[in-house]
């Protein structure tokens, strides 16, 4: 059974930081791309960040390129989103997925994690 695990989310203020983990198992994730995506109240679930866990190529939603990092560890099964200079917009629910294909969209997606709240104060 494939699941993927979320944590790290919290409470923050405006201006700082977070590190997100997403922990990998059931599978071998080799050639696939795993993603975060996030959504907030009353809105659309909205893609943030790629990396294809073989090579390591990433892409960014312009929203949060250059404060948001996204990299794996191949040993530990795990992706990693590094959050800076916070903004009161990131709050939301992040989700980690993973999908075979270079994709933005959620429905590209076939693996999801069950969340975790993102709460930026002003």
């Known amino acids: 059974q494939v699941q993927l695990v979320e944590s790290g989310g919290g409470l923050v203020q405006a201006g700082g930081s977070l590190r997100l983990s997403c922990t990998a198992s059931g599978r071998t994730f080799n050639g696939y791309y795993m993603a975060w995506f996030r959504q907030a109240p009353g809105k659309e679930r909205e893609f943030v960040a790629r990396?294809?866990?073989?090579?390591?190529?990433?892409y960014y939603a312009d929203s949060v390129k250059g404060r948001f990092t996204i990299s794996r560890d191949n040993a530990k099964n795990t992706v990693y989103l590094q959050m800076y200079s916070l903004k009161p917009e990131d709050t939301a629910v992040f989700y980690c997925?993973?999908?075979?294909?270079?994709?933005?969209?959620?429905?590209?997606?076939?693996?999801w994690g069950q969340g975790t709240q993102v709460t930026v104060s002003a």
């Open positions: 997925a993973a999908g075979p294909w270079l994709s933005t969209l959620v429905n590209n997606y076939n693996y």
């Open positions: 990396i294809r866990w073989t090579g390591g190529s990433t």
